[in-house]
């Protein structure tokens, strides 16, 4: 157990439908990261969000958003929803004091849109 | 572009067997490494990672890496697998000036009893 958590740990909805994802970092954990893992598109990072803000962005669509909230929980909103959108979708959380950090993951969020 | 290539996508081993997958990644400067097993069903855990100092890394579950910077590499090795090492091995990078990781396409790796 990585201390990370995510919910739901499964989700099934419709094309066009609107879903959120939550994570809880580890605690102490200022930093959460969002990535998905697709079939085609293996690992790949989507946002960072750094004490509330946002710190960095990676291939994540403009469908997509996300927020990290005061009590560091962080929730990925993804809106109307493709199939190719289907995947498991990851957050990892890290203290961020230095450039050698590690990154723990959670459970993840397995998302299937019909 | 800038990359992690792992270049063996499906390993078969029998029990007791040498394993060594690789890595190599295409950035320059400073890099951070890593390697995450995902068993089935499982989420990703850090196995070991490389940040500096001996090039040679000891993980959990009698793994090591050992880090080649001529060769830009940090393949992953193991003297003798067991059927429990059954998983998918992903390689990462922290590239130069970046938090986020740039991860492998992943090893399957199948341990046969």
């Known amino acids: 157990d990585s201390g990370v958590t995510q919910t739901p740990k499964h989700l099934i909805t419709a094309t066009g439908q609107r879903v959120t994802l939550r994570c809880s970092p580890r605690?102490?954990?200022?930093?959460v990261y969002w990535y998905q893992q697709s079939l085609d598109q293996g690992l790949q990072f989507l946002i960072q969000y750094y004490n509330g803000e946002e710190r960095a962005k990676g291939n994540i669509l403009e469908r997509f958003s996300a927020q990290q909230f005061p009590d560091l929980h962080s929730e990925l909103n993804l809106s109307s929803l493709e199939l190719g959108d289907s995947a498991l979708y990851f957050c990892?959380?890290?203290?961020?004091?230095?450039?050698?950090?590690?990154?723990?993951f959670g459970p993840g969020t397995r998302l299937t849109v019909l | 572009a800038q990359s992690v290539s792992q270049h063996n996508h499906h390993v078969i081993l029998s029990e007791a067997a040498s394993l060594e997958l690789g890595c190599n990644y295409s950035y320059g400067g400073t890099v951070n490494l890593f390697w995450y097993v995902q068993y089935p069903g499982q989420h990703l855990q850090l196995l070991l990672k490389?940040?500096?100092?001996?090039?040679l890394v000891k993980g959990i579950k009698g793994f090591e890496a050992e880090f080649i910077k001529s060769k830009f590499s940090f393949n992953l090795r193991k003297p003798s697998v067991q059927w429990s090492d059954t998983a998918e091995y992903f390689c990462?990078?922290?590239?130069?000036?970046?938090?986020?990781?740039?991860f492998g396409s992943g090893t399957r790796l199948q341990v046969q009893p």
């Open positions: 605690s102490g954990d200022l930093s």
């Open positions: 990462a990078v922290n590239p130069p000036g970046r938090r986020a990781l740039t």
């Open positions: 490389y940040f500096s100092g001996d090039p």
């Open positions: 990892a959380s890290s203290v961020e004091r230095s450039s050698t950090d590690t990154q723990y």
